[in-house]
């Protein structure tokens, strides 16, 4: 199948973490992720109903090898960006949000306080890997933290 981008907003929080965690519980129970057990292409005895909580989903088989191709397959911050193309692949950095620092907002965009208009420009030129999404805080036309962004690809 190959990886998938997946992009998301929400209101601005200082906790990275908690409003990680309150994005991955509302696309889960939005039902906004892959489950690979429904759909048209299967017999109607491989299908299986959805799982009930995260927990469920990420220890089925199936999605631990390919994921759910959203937000839900990153599950938590690390706070140190790697110093080499080599550490994104490395088991530290799979399944982790790493915010994106000063220096690679002004290098993406030219400035440390991005608008939401600025967030394609920093999906498309800030250093990512499959499995590692990335976050930066969104600031609104008077210079006062709106949101927080985060983005990146996963699944198989």
Avoid: K, N
Avoid at 33 to 61: A, F, H, K, M, N
Avoid at 87 to 108: C, F, H, N, R
Wanted: aromatic share 10%; glycine share 8%; proline share 7%.
């Amino acid at each position: 199948m190959g990886a998938s981008g997946w992009q998301y907003t929400v209101p601005y929080d200082s906790d990275l973490q908690a409003a990680l965690d309150r994005l991955r519980a509302e696309t889960f129970s939005r039902g906004d992720y892959l489950w690979p057990w429904e759909g048209d292409w299967l017999d109607p005895s491989e299908q299986r109903p959805r799982p009930t909580s995260i927990e469920e989903l990420v220890t089925d088989e199936e999605v631990a090898q390919e994921g759910t191709h959203s937000i839900i397959d990153c599950p938590r911050v690390v706070e140190a960006l790697p110093a080499d193309d080599a550490a994104w692949s490395s088991a530290t950095y799979q399944g982790t949000i790493v915010p994106v620092t000063g220096a690679e907002l002004l290098a993406a965009v030219g400035t440390d306080h991005p608008g939401r208009d600025q967030l394609d420009v920093l999906d498309e030129v800030v250093p990512c890997a499959r499995w590692v999404g990335r976050a930066a805080v969104l600031y609104s036309s008077s210079g006062e933290p709106e949101q927080l962004a985060f983005w990146g690809y996963s699944g198989d």
